[in-house]
């Protein structure tokens, strides 16, 4: 990726999608790429159509967004940085539409659970759209006047739509934690705090699994995240993924991967990078 150049990012989703929101918050002059699918975004990166990938891979509500973890370690890129969005919902009409007018709203089937209490207050009716970005662009080219589409703000703002209502949403800290990723890795101190992220496959030897984890508890590494999930659609095949606070060259770190790999057929690093102060916020 060239340095003189603002970065090409692509992300899954339309304009004015909240992944599109991630872009904008981790390099504010990148240059956004939409993508219809997460396998799209990757493959943007690989034929040097875009410099950066943006994934979500994880919402405070509905958990871990799905394939994301089979996706990241056969992608061959890895993770530079993370990045926070609170997803706030707005509802959006055309230009001259009053919030009493609207009968009926669209947007991503994810979505319209989450604004629930408020659409039943005022009898608006919802149907599922493929994407809540996407349902803006197609009210903002013409539409039913009763009719609109809950996104993001940046979503009115990109299709010149007009928002009636603001932070709908039923819950308040409804979060989704994105993955930046680069062809390269990166895997210098860059923060006073840092993550690492890997996956890994347990020897199939007995008690492997808590043994492999002993090394994080006996030397005072915090891992904050742990997740199987199945491969080759084998039940005996397990992956893990695993994210941990620290830096590799941590001698505590140093220790607990060491340890680790000792009960594992496979251990690969996704990714170092700093952790980002949103993830504090939401602990809090």
């Known amino acids: 990726m060239t340095t003189n150049n603002p970065p090409r990012i692509a992300f899954q989703g339309a304009l004015g999608a909240y992944s599109h929101e991630a872009c904008l918050q981790a ?9 219809t699918t997460f396998e799209g975004v990757l493959r943007a990166v690989r034929e040097g159509r875009a410099d950066l990938a943006m994934l979500p891979v994880e919402n405070t509500t509905y958990g871990r967004v799905a394939d994301i973890h089979r996706l990241l370690p056969e992608s061959g890129m890895h993770i530079i940085e993370e990045a926070f969005v609170r997803v ?4 959006m009409a055309q230009e001259g539409v009053s919030l009493e007018q609207i009968k009926h709203v669209r947007a991503h089937l994810v979505l319209l659970p989450q604004a629930r209490s408020y659409l039943d207050a005022r009898g608006i009716t919802s149907e599922p759209a493929a994407d809540s970005a996407g349902a803006a662009e ?21 299709h010149g739509l007009n928002v009636l209502a603001d932070g709908i949403e039923d819950l308040d800290h409804n979060t989704t934690r994105f993955l930046l990723m680069a062809p390269e890795a990166d895997m210098t101190r860059r923060g006073k705090r840092m993550m690492t992220t890997f996956v890994f496959e ?6 492997a699994l808590y043994k492999a984890m002993g090394g994080f508890a006996t030397n005072g590494v915090n891992m904050t995240k742990l997740e199987s999930y199945m491969i080759g659609g084998s039940f005996t095949a397990t992956q893990f993924y695993a994210d941990i606070e620290g830096h590799p060259e941590d001698p505590p770190v140093k220790r607990a991967l060491d340890e680790l790999a000792y009960f594992t057929n496979m251990l690969e690093i996704l990714g170092v990078y700093p952790a980002h102060p949103g993830r504090w916020d939401i602990e809090s």
Do not use: T, W
């Open 202 to 207: 347990v020897r199939n030897i007995p008690a």
């Open 27 to 35: 390099r504010p002059d990148g240059v956004p790429v939409p993508c």
């Open 138 to 158: 197609e009210l903002a080219a013409g539409g039913p006047a009763d009719e609109g589409v809950l996104a993001s703000a940046v979503a009115a703002d990109i």
């Open 88 to 91: 706030r919902i707005a509802l």
